[in-house]
C-alpha cells in the first residue's frame, strides 16, 4: 500500500486544541494579515483573508504590502432573522464592512472589507445577538439551507428543521467564543474534549445539508452532500427521502473532479433523522480523502464505491440497518418565493428581489435603507432565499400597502417589472474578493443579463423565462452547473458555457463551448434560442428542450 500523506491542513486541525492554533496571538500583532496556518484555522471561524485583486499586481509590482482584509460569514439556519438580528446585520455591515450585506447562495450573510481589528467587534456584535460566524466555513456540518416557505402553521417540524440539524451537529469546541468574544478565558489552558463526530481533524472538508419542499427545488437539493425531501411512505406515514453525494465543484487542475447529483440513500421517519444522518457523516469522516483537498468532498466516496456499496458502509454504522429508499415524485422547478405570498396562517410574505445578493444602497434606489426601515417601523421577521433573495415575513394584511410604500420610496422596483433573466439569474461573488476567481462573474451579471435580453429579444423571446447563473471559476458557488444556462470562468478572458439544466434541478447541465469570450457569449448561445423557438413544445422550458432534441 502507498503511504498516504496527509495535507498541511490535516496537521494543522491536529495541533490546534480545538480550532485555536496561533490565531489568538496573531490577533494581537499589528500585522494586517494572518500566518497561513491561521488563514486555514480562521475558515472554521467563517473568517477568509482576502486582498483587493484589484490592485494586487501594482501592489505587487511596486513591492508594497497587499490590501488585505477579512470576508465573515455569518451561519443563519434556514436564513431565518429576526429584526433585531437583522438590524444588528445592517449596522455591522456600515461600521465594521465595506457597506454591503452579501446574501448567499446558502442563506447565509457575507461581510466584505472588514479589517483585522474589526474581527473582535463584529463577533461581539453577533454574539449579543445570538448569531455566529462559527462553522459557516470549515471542515464541519455547514449552515443547514430549507426551502423558505415551509407552511408555518402547516409543518412546524419542517420550519424548525434547520435550527434542529444545526444544533444537532454543531462541534463542541469554545474556540470562536473564546478566542474572538472573551479573549481572557483563553489564559485557562483548558479545553474541552471535541465531539466524536468530528475528533481532533474534524471532517475531510465541508458537508452540506439541505432540507427541501415536497412539491419544488428552490434550495437545489441534488447539489446537497445530504438532502432531505418531506415525503409520506405508504405504510409508515410522513418522513423524508434523504439523498446523498451531490455537490457541484471541479477543479481544472484536477481532472478526477466533476460535478454530481446526489442519488436516494434511504427513507426516514422524523425521530431516525438524526442518527441516520450521524451514521453518514461519520462514514464521511471515515473514508474520505484527506491527502487531497480537492477530491476530499464525500461525493467522492459515493461515486467511487458505487451507491449500494456507500449504503452497505452506512448500514455498517448504524446499529438498526437501512431503510431501502422509496419511490421519488420529481420535484416542481423552484420557487422563488419572490412578489407577495399569503400563508395558511393569514399572515403574508413578501419577497424582494437582490441581484446577486449583493445588498447595498446606491445612486438609483437604497433596498438596504428600505429593510431597515422595514425592521424598524413593523413587527416583521425576515427570510433569506437560497436563489440570494430576501422574504419579509410575517406581515400582517393591513401593514401591506406601507411596506410596499417604504419601497417604492426607496426605489425599488417590484417584483412584476422584473424581466425573468433578472429574476433567476445567480452570481458568485468572484474578483475583487475571491481569492479563487479567475475572472469576474457578480459586477459583469448585469451586463451579461443586459447582451442575453438584446439576444432574447431580437429573436422576439423576451417573454420566455431563461434561468442564468454565472461564476468566476469551477468551483460553482453559484450553481451553475444545474442551469439552463451556466456561465463558468475558465481563464481571465474567457468563460466555458454550460447548457440545458434547469430550474428543477435534477439534471446536470453539460459542456457546450469551451473559453468563450465574455462579449461572444450572446452569439454563441444564438443558434440553440433560436432553435428552442422554432423547435419546441408551448411552454418547454430551454433546459427541458435541450435534454430532449441535444445541444449539439
Ligand atoms: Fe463557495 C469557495 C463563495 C456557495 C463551492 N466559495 C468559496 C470561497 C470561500 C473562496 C475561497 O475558498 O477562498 C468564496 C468566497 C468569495 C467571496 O469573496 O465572498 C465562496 N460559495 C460562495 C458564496 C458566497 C457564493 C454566493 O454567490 O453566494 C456561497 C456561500 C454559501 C454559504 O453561505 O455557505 C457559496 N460554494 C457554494 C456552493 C453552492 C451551494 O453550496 O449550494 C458551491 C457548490 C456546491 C458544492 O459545495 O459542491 C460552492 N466554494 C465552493 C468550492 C468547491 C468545493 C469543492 O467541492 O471542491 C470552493 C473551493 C473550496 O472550498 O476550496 C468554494
Ligand atoms: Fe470564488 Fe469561484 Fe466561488 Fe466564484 S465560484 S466565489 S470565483 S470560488
Redesign the pocket.
Known amino acids: 500500500m502507498p503511504e498516504i500523506i496527509l495535507t498541511d491542513v490535516e496537521g494543522f486541525k491536529a495541533q490546534s486544541r480545538q480550532l485555536r492554533g496561533p490565531i489568538g496571538s496573531e490577533l494581537a500583532n499589528d500585522a494586517p494579515n494572518f500566518s497561513g496556518e491561521s488563514e486555514q484555522l480562521l475558515k472554521f471561524h467563517g473568517i477568509y483573508s482576502q486582498d483587493d485583486r484589484d490592485v494586487r499586481r501594482e501592489r505587487t509590482l511596486a513591492k508594497e504590502p497587499l490590501d488585505y482584509s477579512f470576508m465573515i460569514r455569518v451561519v443563519i439556519p434556514g436564513g431565518r432573522l429576526s429584526p433585531q438580528q437583522w438590524l444588528a446585520l445592517d449596522g455591522v455591515a456600515d461600521t465594521l464592512a465595506d457597506g454591503s450585506l452579501r446574501l448567499t447562495t446558502r442563506q447565509a450573510i457575507q461581510f466584505h472589507g472588514v479589517r483585522k481589528g474589526g474581527l473582535r467587534p463584529l463577533a461581539s456584535e453577533l454574539h449579543q445577538r445570538l448569531m455566529t460566524s462559527f462553522g459557516a466555513c470549515g471542515d464541519v456540518v455547514r449552515n443547514v439551507v430549507s426551502c423558505p416557505l415551509h407552511d408555518h402553521s402547516v409543518s412546524p417540524i419542517l420550519r424548525q428543521l434547520p435550527e434542529r440539524l444545526a444544533l444537532a451537529f454543531r462541534p463542541n469546541t469554545k474556540a470562536w467564543w473564546e478566542v474572538f468574544v472573551d479573549g481572557d478565558l483563553a489564559a485557562s489552558g483548558e479545553y474541552e474534549p471535541e465531539r466524536d463526530l468530528y475528533g481532533e481533524t474534524y471532517l475531510p472538508r465541508k458537508f452540506k445539508i439541505g432540507v427541501a419542499s415536497s412539491t419544488e427545488n428552490c434550495i437545489d437539493v441534488y447539489a446537497q452532500d445530504l438532502g432531505i425531501i418531506p415525503a409520506i411512505h405508504p405504510e409508515l406515514g410522513p418522513g423524508y427521502h434523504l439523498v446523498v453525494g451531490g455537490g457541484l465543484g471541479r477543479s481544472y487542475a484536477n481532472l478526477d473532479t466533476f460535478a454530481r447529483l446526489a442519488e436516494p440513500l434511504t427513507f426516514v421517519l422524523d425521530d431516525e433523522l438524526e442518527r441516520v444522518i450521524q451514521a453518514v457523516v461519520v462514514t464521511y469522516r471515515d473514508l474520505g480523502d484527506r491527502s487531497d483537498r480537492r477530491r476530499a468532498r464525500m461525493k467522492y466516496i459515493v461515486s467511487d464505491l458505487g451507491l449500494e456499496q456507500f449504503r452497505r458502509e452506512v448500514a455498517a454504522r448504524l446499529d438498526s440497518g437501512l431503510r431501502d429508499p422509496i419511490s421519488m415524485e420529481r420535484l416542481g422547478e423552484a420557487d422563488d418565493h419572490l412578489g407577495w405570498n399569503e400563508l395558511s396562517d393569514a399572515t403574508w410574505t413578501l419577497g424582494v428581489p437582490v441581484l446577486s445578493g449583493r445588498l447595498r444602497d446606491g445612486a438609483t434606489a437604497s433596498p438596504k435603507a428600505a429593510l431597515k426601515s422595514i425592521a424598524e417601523r413593523f413587527d416583521v421577521s425576515f427570510t433569506l432565499t437560497a436563489l440570494q433573495d430576501i422574504l419579509i415575513t410575517g406581515i400582517d394584511a393591513s401593514d401591506r400597502s406601507a411596506i410596499d410604500a417604504v419601497l417604492a420610496e426607496h426605489h425599488v422596483i417590484p417584483v412584476s417589472e422584473l424581466s425573468s433573466l433578472v429574476r433567476s439569474s445567480l452570481a458568485?461573488?468572484?474578483l475583487p474578493t475571491?481569492s479563487?476567481?479567475l475572472t469576474e462573474?457578480e459586477r459583469r451579471l448585469p451586463e451579461m443579463i443586459g447582451l442575453i435580453e438584446t439576444e432574447l429579444s431580437d429573436l422576439g423571446m423576451q417573454s420566455r423565462p431563461l434561468q442564468l447563473r454565472m461564476?468566476?471559476?469551477p468551483?460553482?458557488?453559484a450553481r451553475p452547473a444545474v442551469a439552463e444556462v451556466g456561465i463558468v470562468?475558465r481563464t481571465k478572458t474567457t468563460y466555458d458555457l454550460y447548457v440545458g439544466g434547469g430550474p428543477n434541478g435534477d439534471r446536470l447541465a453539460t459542456l457546450h463551448q469551451e473559453k468563450v469570450k465574455f462579449e461572444d457569449i450572446p452569439g454563441v448561445l444564438h443558434p440553440l434560442l433560436k432553435r428552442w423557438r422554432e423547435e419546441s413544445h408551448d411552454d418547454e422550458r430551454f433546459g427541458e428542450f435541450l435534454a430532449r432534441v441535444g445541444s449539439a
Do not use: E, K, V
Request: proline share 7%.
Open positions: 458568485c461573488p468572484a475571491c479563487q476567481a462573474s461564476t468566476g471559476c468551483n460553482g458557488c470562468g
